[in-house]
């Protein structure tokens, strides 16, 4: 007879087994329905689901008059495809098929070789979807539709998109109004550079997101989307720029870059007393509407130099020491010093000499400004204090406290503070200082030139300059950076400037204007060749920065002329074919009859009679 085979052991065992297996099972379909939930539905709407979002339409740039549109966006096609449905009953059909459709859209698009290969190759792919082309012209558009009409072509489709345009051509071929100053928007909808960079968030708004089913073939159903967040459109910006006179600006920083064989040439006109930014330009510029082909060959063109780029002054900084000088009260508008060829410093180590490599004799101190004497000025520069780190100490002082090192807070993008050496990390020695009395071995933008003059010649306030006037209907209030001397001061080197362009003959033939009231000062630098480390011979930096107005400064206009040809090259005599303080009266009486202020031929100037009881 067999023995029994069950075993209430082994039968516990089993059930064991099966209750853990149930309870596992159960506990899998608990993680998957509670704890992965939420992830599983979003797993599933995303496959029945698509997440769009629409672009706001950006904020339109206008000029000061509110009327005059810098920068607006249009709706432009863009193309995109489907090829994975592009599909036949073979191989051979499909890849036909694709070809087929790449060959006609080549065709309606102009594409060159290497773009139209570009093309085939995203839809040979066979990619679920892919965009082809952005920007599209209505010729082309409708070239697609008709396409789509007549199924030569199938699986493609064209979605309205918004393209940031510049309306207005600007002051030389190949260019658009103010393109350095309003930057452009890339691809991706973002801002770059100027006011487009730094207003990115204001002007672009925030998109419009919608969630739609999609169809068998996965494209969304717009028609039935649910809205997820309203978005907004961006905000519209007023600038302070006059249209009218940013173009004049344009066209005569063109003509001096043509006659003076210049690598560049910016210029700058500004209201003194509210920082506000009338007409900026530099070239070579470029079209914003065509940024790409920049990007491609030539990326450096959208940097601004009037805020970005750096250079030494030369002697218009000539003014910095004389404030630096009138304040210590080490001299007076009429003190008598006596110039000389040649100045010793250092033990002997080192000199310095004029321009002319002569000597005037004895002359007054604003009559050395005016003749703009490096001996006399470093001179004065060495009276600032008993020793020379104290006499640095006073006039790097007087370069902090009008703005050199740091950055004048310019509302746009991309603004630098310059090179300011301070003596209290590296001690100067004399012939520092006495470089450092004519412009050399400091590094500043031209902006940083127009706003120091500015609060020289506005009474002695330091303005914030700014090229925002308005957002939306809600204008700006820019603060300025508070006062840095006192208006005596301010009287005596308005008075000083003025001296500039009367008293030296080249300077009175070129730069007065009859009837209105002029001053300013030059300057010349010459430019390190880091290769061959010498100073070059062939080409120099000059600058102008002054004042326009007809009863007292209203304007101050600033102009660079970068690594510009003399057409004579002589100690003292390096004679342009447009010379910076020409380009001066060009612009200013270009901003004066646009800006309609007309002449008045005062008795004597407000800043003379101010002056004359300060001397």
């Known amino acids: 007879m067999l023995g029994r085979t069950d075993s209430r052991p082994r039968s516990l065992l089993v059930l064991a087994l099966l209750a853990t297996f149930g309870i596992a099972c159960i506990g899998r379909l608990g993680y998957w ?31 000061r008059s509110g009327t005059v549109v810098l920068a607006t966006s249009v709706e432009r096609d863009r193309l995109s495809a489907f090829p994975a449905q592009m599909t036949g009953p073979t191989d051979a059909v499909t890849a036909a ?121 996965g494209r969304p159903i717009l028609e039935n989307a649910q ?40 210029g700058l006109v500004m209201d003194p007393k509210t920082g506000e930014i009338l007409a900026s330009a530099t070239y070579p510029s470029y079209d914003g509407n065509d940024y790409r082909a920049i990007a491609a060959n030539d990326p450096s063109r959208f940097i601004d130099p009037v805020v970005s780029s750096v250079y030494e002054p030369g002697s218009v900084f000539k003014l910095l020491t004389a404030t630096a000088a009138l304040e210590a009260g080490v001299v007076t508008r009429t003190t008598m010093l006596r110039d000389q060829a040649v100045l010793t410093l250092d033990g002997g180590r080192s000199s310095v000499r004029n321009a002319d490599r002569g000597s ?41 406290r009008l703005g050199f090192g740091a950055r004048t807070g310019i509302d746009v993008a991309g603004e630098v503070p310059g090179l300011v050496r301070d003596p209290a990390v590296q001690p100067w020695k004399q012939i520092d200082l006495a470089n450092g009395a004519f412009g050399q071995g400091i590094a500043v933008t031209l902006l940083q030139l127009a706003t120091a003059f500015s609060a020289m010649v506005n009474g002695g306030t330091l303005p914030t300059p700014h090229v925002v006037k308005a957002t939306g209907d809600s204008p700006t209030t820019t603060a300025d950076r508070g006062r840095v001397m006192t208006p005596a001061l301010s009287a005596n080197l308005t008075a000083i400037m003025e001296r500039v362009v009367n008293v030296v003959p080249f300077y009175r033939d070129r730069t007065l204007i009859p009837g209105y009231l002029v001053g300013g000062k030059t300057g010349t630098a010459q430019i390190w060749d880091a290769k061959a480390r010498r100073f070059r011979t062939d080409v120099y930096n000059f ?58 031929r005062p008795a004597a100037s407000a800043s003379a009679q101010a002056a004359s009881a300060h001397p």
């Open 33 to 63: 329905q509670f704890v992965r939930h939420d992830e599983l539905v979003a797993r599933a709407r995303a496959q029945v689901t698509a997440r769009i979002e629409v672009p706001p339409v950006r904020g339109t740039i206008y000029d």
């Open 97 to 217: 098929l694709r070809e087929r459709v790449a060959a006609k859209l080549v065709e309606i698009l102009g594409l060159v070789p290497t773009e139209a290969d570009a093309l085939r190759a995203k839809i040979s792919d066979g990619k679920a979807f892919v965009v082809l082309a952005h920007d599209l012209t209505p010729v082309q558009s409708s070239a697609i539709k008709a396409g789509l009409a007549d199924r030569s072509l199938v699986q493609v489709r064209l979605e309205p998109e918004p393209v940031r345009v510049y309306p207005l051509a600007g002051g030389a071929t190949g260019t658009t109004l103010a393109a350095h100053l309003l930057g452009f928007v890339n691809r991706d909808g973002a801002g770059q550079y100027g006011v487009e960079g730094r207003w990115q968030d204001l002007l672009g708004g925030s998109p419009q997101v919608l969630l739609a089913e999609r169809d068998g073939s």
């Open 227 to 266: 809205t997820v967040e309203p978005g907004s459109p961006g905000t519209s910006l007023t600038l302070t720029l006059n249209a009218s006179l940013q173009l004049k600006l344009e066209q005569e920083v063109y003509g001096a870059w043509v006659a003076n064989h210049a690598k560049s040439v910016s």
């Open 360 to 400: 005037k004799g004895a002359l007054t101190f604003q009559d050395a400004v005016a003749w703009s004497r490096n001996v006399v000025m470093s001179k004065v520069a060495l009276m600032l204090g008993p020793t020379t780190s104290q006499a640095a100490a006073v006039l790097h002082g007087a370069w902090t």
């Open 543 to 600: 600058s102008f920065v002054g004042f326009v107005g007809r009863t007292a400064p209203e304007l101050v206009v600033a102009v660079s002329v970068n690594e510009g040809k003399p057409l004579v090259n002589r100690p003292g005599n390096l004679a342009m074919a447009v010379e910076s303080f020409e380009l001066f009266r060009r612009i200013a009486t270009d901003a004066m009859a646009t800006l309609d202020l007309p002449p008045v």
